[in-house]
């Protein structure tokens, strides 16, 4: 392609409202343009990146069997109303009438759709397990629609959904799915982990999210330098570091007035915030709990959620744990808590000896407490937070945190919804059995934002090979006035067509430094440059778009060359 | 592919509600299923047509220099408010308010979108022309949807926009862009003509439509059986039989009291239809005028509005009739008119001598009356519908008249859009000029609907072959009870998908005759059957689509064999 006839429309000036680097680069870059408030076009330089990625995700689709389907996007009413998502869904689903009055939803997800589908033609346990995929424009009416096409209120998702007569078939297509899901972010060369995600509301079911790593990732994962260990680190577990075994010393109440925090405590009874056990008020559900973490621990909310086996965890409001506990902020403890108030000790603040914790009365706490000694050991669970550094739960190597984007979840539904909508097929033993149900989505637009993230410089985006619009930038210098420049850089460029090296020939009668800087910026993976100079040396002068330096090639030889580089 | 992996969903019972054969077969081979009313789902079956359609459009799009976009699905309305379309637009434009209240629409189409995309962008005239195209999933909400996915609310389209500094640089990407498409619809396979349009309101601008020939066709169209003329025959012009010249003869007046009707008055005068000039007193944009044609042939009501020069023209009401002439109705005609009173004659109605016509009086009809011996000849215009048989206006060649379906639209659009969006750009002389625009659309679903309606028999689809879901249908008979058939028909499968075929295999265990009849159904170009006899022949049956007789074919030569069958 010839930038004569795909014009580049790129920007050196920062949008004011674009907050993360791959919006501004992709605004700069001329990828996409904003038509509204989370609407988005795509321009010609970034639709060929994400029909790169749909290329990649529709072969792997295919070949562990999915079959490629396309529902429609306005959804009637009656469906969602049916596995009860018409109610249950927020705002965000964006909700219409057509013209004979008659409500429709454009659909986020097609769950419905396709158990609808399913229900309707199926007619033998033997056509199971089948996997159907999509590669469709969604809507999701998000309140604050920012990030670009990260966050967009339309965009572009490959949704799968796989059925099955029982959970080993589940299963199956879930670790195959898992597969396809990796083999797609290697193929499509980013750094990415599967990490083990909250199920939410629906419980119990297993679910993994892949993040693709970035520093500017929302989401913090906790990964092992070893193994393949990966979480989020809502979730995540480790082997935190265990105090040291001591003799247990005598208890003793000490006058604290009107200290509030872990390390007011610390400061006036002279010892370390790890000695401390902090308690925790928690709402689980609207009913109180107090949970114990060391002082030095972060009480994680999702954990306590699961230990707790409640819906929703939040902290207690100050008069929410007085009236729960008696005992005013700041002084709650182990010793002297109510009769019937649920406790729970994470397992770190479980190991420690000799500690302070509030007295249960206002301006004194405790010092030297010991488990079972002073009072019961409460029931233990994970309820921390885990650190850098700390052990891997699963091998010997230690955590370290990244952040990461959210790219792909899969799922494993079970049979919520063809229990609600009562889709069965028949066993082989005549048994009318609800389907089992898995669903698989990777955010195809949201995927080229997030490569932006991973990959990128001071001068622009840096792509991996096989994400790049076009893989070779061909930069002609002054060729409108030099006419063996023009010819050269013709010659090069049917030549490069003709090896499928994909050129980018930016033919524009402008300053090279304009040029270079447009490449540097849209990100192609190799430069070549041919100016008077070369083309009087029968070379061309090559720069890789992570290099500082360029060199010279013989054009003879800069097809094979090209190829080494790609290799 | 197999069947065992990718379920076929036939269905034997044509549907109810579908009116149409392409509908019926759509539904009964399980290309799409309904989700409601013209909402389908495209089942893997007929996904794969379409995408084939898909891709011939984008190959031939790119050839032309076409740009690959991707613009939002949903439109703000401040933009449908600029180009005055927000008003115009009936109830099928969909309208909605998101989450904010604020108005939104789903584009039927994205005129709108891509004029305020290069108003914003385009930065100098010698980045023109530029051609844009996208194929997505568009909406219009249809009164009564019907006939499945050929009137569907939701549907796939190609539509194409071109930008232009003046009028010769459209009419060379429009004489391009009607080449892409005819080599598309030839490619495709299909029987197909271009054909002179209707620019509807807004009138003066080129257009052309694509229409595949198909006798359920819900257009009519005139064909020059010689040379490449075609119209809709709500404008294709004739070389009509003239009558012959004949001596004028003495006017009388007779009576003929209270007929109504050109045969009435024809039988009570003894004389021929043709001998009679009709009075059809139409309301143009609600102003009277009466046109004279001859007896036999059919006033056109869109010429009628070319050659009034008005937007609106409708057959007058009897009292707007009387009211507008002082005659009652079936005695109106050229002679006694009121003065003022607008009047044309068609060219064929001009040539006649001796014709008869309304007295201008109750109960009394003229025979003999000759133009300008009798009265004046009013304006002549080409007014009539043209009628098989008759010549071609451009050739010595003869009209036939065949039906078609709709499947591409091409438009010059001038400067419609960009005048009232104020979408211009700087010309060599420094004055800021509005761009030209030319648009381009394929009703990319619909082509599968009217590939069928031309492509068909009493048993099912008759694919043509560029078109096709799969390319060879291979049977294997009672392959569960013998091995020998299993591996026999296992090797062949893996042959004719090494070398490109593309085969279905039906490998289900279902009876011979299911097999057949599905295979027939879905309209698979070539069937090879595999069974114990061929086997031990090493043959297979080959048996092609359209062909009345199976044949066996040496195993040893299918490959060749089927690749002569494509030639």
Request: hydrophobic content about 40%; some cysteine; overall charge negative.
């Amino acid at each position: 392609m010839r930038a004569s006839r795909f014009p580049l429309f790129t920007s050196k000036e920062t949008p004011a409202d674009a907050e993360i680097v791959s919006h501004q680069l992709m605004l700069r870059a001329g990828m996409i343009e904003k038509l509204g408030a989370g609407l988005y076009t795509w321009q010609p330089l970034g639709l060929r990146v994400m029909r790169r990625v749909e290329q990649v995700v529709r072969e792997e689709m295919d070949a562990i069997g999915g079959l490629e389907v396309l529902m429609p996007a306005v959804q009637p009413a009656e469906l969602w109303q049916e596995s009860g998502r018409w109610s249950q869904y927020g705002p965000e689903l964006l909700r219409l009438k057509d013209r004979h009055e008659r409500d429709f939803c454009i659909g986020p997800t097609h769950e419905e759709v396709i158990t609808d589908y399913l229900r309707r033609e199926l007619r033998s346990y033997r056509q199971l397990p089948l996997t159907y995929y999509q590669i469709q424009t969604k809507f999701r009416d998000e309140i604050r629609p920012r990030f670009g096409v990260m966050r967009a209120r339309e965009f572009v998702m490959k949704d799968a959904y796989s059925f099955h007569m029982d959970e080993a078939s589940l299963q199956q297509t879930y670790d195959d799915m898992r597969a396809a899901y990796a083999r797609i972010f290697t193929r499509l060369g980013l750094e990415f982990r599967p990490v083990g995600a909250d199920t939410g509301a629906i419980g119990g079911s297993v679910s993994e999210e892949f993040m693709v790593l970035a520093d500017s990732g929302e989401d913090e994962i906790a990964i092992c330098e070893r193994c393949d260990y990966a979480a989020n680190t809502e979730l995540a577990a480790s082997r935190p570091p265990l105090p040291e075994r001591e003799p247990a010393l005598s208890a003793e109440e000490k006058p604290t007035p009107g200290i509030q925090t872990v390390a007011e405590q610390a400061e006036v009874l002279g010892i370390r915030p790890e000695q401390v056990v902090k308690s925790v008020v928690v709402m689980a559900d609207e009913v109180p709990a107090v949970l114990f973490v060391a002082g030095d621990d972060e009480l994680n909310l999702v954990k306590a959620g699961h230990a707790l086996g409640a819906g929703e965890v939040r902290l207690a409001e100050p008069e929410e744990a007085l009236e729960a506990t008696g005992v005013p902020r700041g002084f709650i403890g182990p010793k002297g808590l109510p009769q019937g108030l649920t406790v729970l000790v994470d397992e770190r603040a479980a190991g420690l000896a000799n500690f302070s914790s509030g007295a249960g009365r206002a301006d004194w706490h405790w010092v030297n407490l010991n488990w079972d000694r002073d009072m019961p050991l409460p029931p233990v669970a994970d309820l921390r937070t885990v650190r850098a550094g700390e052990g891997c739960p699963r091998c010997e190597g230690r955590l370290a945190i990244r952040r990461g984007i959210e790219v792909g979840h899969i799922f494993q539904l079970g049979t919520k919804y063809s229990e609600a909508m009562d889709a069965r097929v028949l066993d082989e033993n005549g048994e009318q059995l609800p389907l089992r149900m898995g669903c698989y989505g990777i955010g195809v637009s949201r995927v080229v934002a997030a490569a932006i993230e991973q990959n990128h410089d001071a001068h622009g985006i840096v792509w991996p090979e096989p994400l790049a619009p076009f893989r070779v930038a061909l930069v002609s210098l002054n060729a409108h006035k030099s006419e063996a420049v023009a010819d050269a850089a013709a010659r090069l460029y049917d030549e490069l067509t003709a090896a499928g090296l994909e050129p980018f020939w930016d033919d524009r009668p402008a300053r090279p430094g304009v040029k270079f800087a447009d490449m540097e910026l849209i990100g192609l993976p190799h430069r070549l440059v041919v100016g008077e100079r070369g083309v009087a040396a029968g070379t061309v002068e090559y720069r890789g778009r992570r290099d500082s330096e360029s060199r010279d090639v013989p054009v003879a030889e800069v097809v094979d060359f090209l190829r080494r580089q790609e290799a």
